[in-house]
Antibody, heavy 118, light 107 residues
Framework: QVQLQESGPGLVKPSETLSLTCSVSGGSISSFYWNWVRQPPGKGLEWIGYIFYSGSTNYNPSLKSRVTISVDTFKNQFSLKLSSVTAADTAVYYC????????????WGQGILVTVSS | EIVMTQSPATLSVSPGERATLSCRASQSVSSNLAWYQQKPGQAPRLLIYGASTRATDIPARFSGSGSGTEFTLTISSLQSEDFAVYCCHQYNDWPLTFGGGTKVEIK
């Protein structure tokens, strides 16, 4: 059974870069689409973007100028970088798998809270 | 982008009763809609995809219906473990978007 686990700093300073990693266990990262989704406190989910195992990406236009998603097939993990963060980027960040580019997400990681504060 | 609106925001239901949750899309998403269950500190769980197909190991008390812009998630007889937040997700158009969620609480 595939499991996903997010990791990274829980506190990031304003204007700095948020960096998170999603480790995939119980299955290969190959042949799937790997997504990042976030949820600000008290708000709904927001799709950030995906990376295909081959390296192709697609980002939400609202975040595109600040987002980079990369994959490391040897380590079976993928990563998120979000630059120039502000308090509005405070959220629980989830990683999730998709069978193709435009389908449901299953499974998800349990999420990691990242707070942007000085 | 397609805006997904869920109602009600909170639904108070007694155990054993039926719960009906709504999700409306600002434009047609065909049947490209999923429902997820969220509990604090846990990974969101896929319940329904393709608007009406139950995901693996999801109990039959969960059912989804609708197409186009109007969708419904029905929980036929609420169990204690079903009290959670439920969220819809359209994957018909970019960017992918989610509803704001409906919290199902114990009455």
């Amino acid at each position: 059974q595939v499991q996903l686990q997010e990791s990274g700093p829980g506190l990031v300073k304003p204007s700095e870069t948020l960096s998170l990693t999603c480790s995939v266990s119980g299955g290969s990262i190959s042949s799937f689409y790997w997504n990042w989704v976030r949820q600000p406190p008290g708000k709904g989910l927001e799709w950030i973007g995906y990376i295909f195992y081959s390296g192709s990406t697609n980002y939400n236009p609202s975040l595109k100028s600040r987002v980079t998603i990369s994959v490391d097939t040897f380590k079976n993990q993928f990563s998120l970088k979000l630059s120039s963060v502000t308090a509005a980027d405070t959220a629980v960040y989830y990683c999730a798998r998709a069978r193709s580019a435009m389908v449901d997400f299953d499974p998800w990681g349990q999420g990691i809270l990242v707070t942007v504060s000085s | 982008e397609i805006v997904m609106t869920q109602s009600p925001a909170t639904l108070s239901v007694s155990p054993g009763e039926r719960a009906t949750l709504s999700c409306r899309a600002s434009q047609s998403v065909s049947s490209n809609l999923a429902w997820y269950q969220q509990k604090p500190g846990q990974a969101p769980r896929l319940l329904i995809y393709g608007a009406s197909t139950r995901a693996t190991d999801i109990p039959a008390r969960f059912s989804g219906s609708g197409s186009g812009t109007e969708f419904t998630l029905t929980i036929s007889s609420l169990q204690s473990e079903d009290f959670a937040v439920y969220c819809c997700h359209q994957y018909n158009d970019w960017p992918l978007t989610f509803g704001g969620g409906t919290k199902v609480e114990i009455k």
